[in-house]
């Protein structure tokens, strides 16, 4: 099971805005950097956010990341259809030795 | 162009073998930690292993799930990342993605593992 936890769903009109929140512990989001994951149906996750805030060349300013103590938030404004998406939080966890992911959460443009 | 493209994948029985490969480009590979993630039908992504790189001795680690089982290596000449997998269950049966999760570089296409008998 995932050991980072999102919302299943959040959802809003186009034009305004959303955050999706990724809680985790001291262990892993506490302590590493958090990247945040796009996926489409059928293909592969897409990587929006990395080092907690910082954008990939192509990832629209629309989407940010940040970080508080062993919570993390991805926020996207200016909401597009085109956003619809499942979207899911990653980070190392130093007690697990291991990558962990979020839940996943699936953005409704209304 | 920064790709990362996986091979290998197919349909085995439950026990049987198979061997991943994932061909990357267009960045310096051996200087990247990389990492096998997998996605099963309509789940969400489960981290399978990760290999480091020549200078943090190619130390590799594994989720439970698969630990004893799968084995990531990689050839830093050929730019090139492998998981072999043997012993293989029903419960393996996923997407296998190739990446280096924490970093900017995207994830592979993925190829599917279908494990049925």
């Known amino acids: 099971q995932s050991v980072l936890t999102q919302p299943p769903s959040v959802s809003a009109a186009p034009g305004q805005k959303v955050t999706i929140s990724c809680s985790g512990r001291s262990s892993n989001i506490g302590d590493n950097y958090v990247s945040w994951y796009q996926q489409f149906p059928g293909t592969a996750p897409k990587v929006l956010i990395f080092?907690?805030?910082k954008r990939p060349s192509g990832t629209p300013d629309r989407f940010s990341g940040s970080k508080s103590g062993t919570s993390a938030t991805l926020g996207i404004t200016g909401l597009q259809t085109g956003d619809e998406a499942d979207y899911y939080c990653?980070?190392?966890?130093?007690?697990?030795?291991?990558?962990?992911f979020g839940t996943g959460t699936k953005v409704i443009v209304l | 162009e920064v790709q990362l493209v996986e091979s290998g994948g197919g349909l085995v029985q439950p026990g049987g073998s198979l061997r991943l490969s994932c061909v990357a480009s267009g960045f310096a590979f051996s200087d990247q930690y990389m990492d096998w993630v997998r996605q099963a039908p309509g789940k969400g992504l489960e981290w399978v292993g990760r290999?480091?790189?020549?200078?943090?001795?190619?130390?590799?680690d594994y989720a439970a799930s698969v630990k004893g089982r799968f084995t990531v290596s990689r050839d830093d000449s050929e730019n090139s990342l492998y998981l072999q997998m043997n012993n293989l269950k029903s419960e393996d049966t996923a997407v296998y993605y190739c990446a280096s999760t924490g970093s900017f570089l995207p994830w592979g296409q993925g190829t599917l593992v279908t494990v049925s008998s």
């Open positions: 290999i480091r790189d020549k200078a943090n001795s190619y130390v590799t």
């Open positions: 990653g980070t190392w966890d130093n007690s697990l030795t291991g990558e962990v």
């Open positions: 080092d907690n805030n």
